[in-house]
């Protein structure tokens, strides 16, 4: 297909971990619309650009290569894409502000303001408006003062369709998506705005799978997801510091209660904790809505499931503390995992980065290991060389270490030979399972300590 001859223009400002994803699969799935994604960061637009893509998620790279040149580019040019676009999705970033009013809870907005008021610059023509960040309840509200500030101009119609993907299946999230929340104004020009997006997913996500909302529904029920999925895991992980000290295991008791229909069984896995670039900023965003209006009790119960996440992660180091005789000074410990999760290289608010500073207060050595977040493992720990090492074998990482804390459950460490390992560490050997993925009988067998979480020790002395 020539360029001139696409049904529609898209345009995504943003090409990070959701703006890539998402028009990688909209360029797949309707190869009649051009796809341009822009960037105001050129290694990033050059990564996209590369056959080394910026970020790491299976099925992407495939997706990329397929409609790359054809119907999906990448691009700094922010205005030409602007201005071709007859549906621009805002998927800029939008974390917790750091500064002034708000700050440590707040959504900082200043990329989404700073992308309406190029929108609004550039355009010369009548535009659709995809929220696609997540963003604070009526935000909307203020992305339509500035698209239509001022005399004449065209008109921008602001749709909300918040991306639920998560890191590591994003592929699969979105090319059989649980929904697809579209909300808009209920007016004629909102409903026609809101029935052109739908066309859009309706090439390959089923109509009833479509939900339709007005826009502050859609606004907040993405926080709102991200809240209830975070409580569940602190939920979980409040009982197992309980199992911990009464000998039940959590294992068993997140299985009992989730066998319950009405309780379901997903995010119902103890850990270290929940990391991502999401969680935390959204639940803070949800609270300083809450304290905002005046909803103090509200605030103050989402607030605590931060608290017991940040708990959980300060509990696994003064685990590993204690059980080392209460001192790590100069123990080589070998980190197993730092991504937030499997399957990705992204360490945003990683629980692996939290335990790496506290083991590091300790002043315990750490040698970290990790199938793909290594390099954004040693942006996040400059400053700390000399004191951590990062190594992408694990046998390398592990040779002369009093203990292992596996934190992040790439599947590929169940797969390790773990007696060759025994061997190689100091004894006593200890393995904390932060994640519970390990088989800590077999471990135990074999010599070493084994600390599940949420569960008794198995311990030779
Ligand atoms: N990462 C996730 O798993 C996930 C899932 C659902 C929703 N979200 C939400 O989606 C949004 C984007 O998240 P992300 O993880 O993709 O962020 P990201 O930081 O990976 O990407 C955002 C990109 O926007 C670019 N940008 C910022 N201002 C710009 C501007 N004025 N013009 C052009 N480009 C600009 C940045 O350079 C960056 O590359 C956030 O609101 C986030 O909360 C993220």
Redesign the pocket.
Known sequence: MSKQDFKRKIAC????????PTMAIIANKCPEYKVTV????QP?IDAWNSNNLP?FEPGLEERVLAARGKNLFFSTD?DSAISEADIIFV?????TKTFGQGAGKA?DLQ?IE??AR?IKEVSKSDKIVVE????PVRAADTLDQILHSGEGGPHFEILSN??????GS?ISDMENPDRILIGSKETEKGLEAREELCKVYAHWVPRERLITTNLWSSELS?LVSNAFLAQRISSINSIAAICEVTEASVSEVSNAVGRDSRIGRKFLNAGVGFG???FR??ILNLVYLCEFHGLEEVAEYWRQVVAINDFQMSRFVKRITKAMFNTLVDKKIALFGFAFKPDTG?T?DAPALQITLGLLQERAKLCITDPHALPNAKLDLKGCEGTVDFEEDPYRAIEGAHAIALVTEWSCYKDLDFKRIYDLMEKPAFIFDGRNLLDHKALFEIGFNVYPLGKPDLKHF
Do not use: M, W
């Open positions: 400002i943003g090409a990070g971990y959701v703006g890539g822009v960037d105001i960061a990033r970020i922010v998927s800029v970033n939008t974390p959504a990329f700073k992308t190029k696609k960040s997540t963003v918040p991306e639920f993907l998560a890191e994003a993405k991502g670039s999401c900023k959204d992204d945003r």
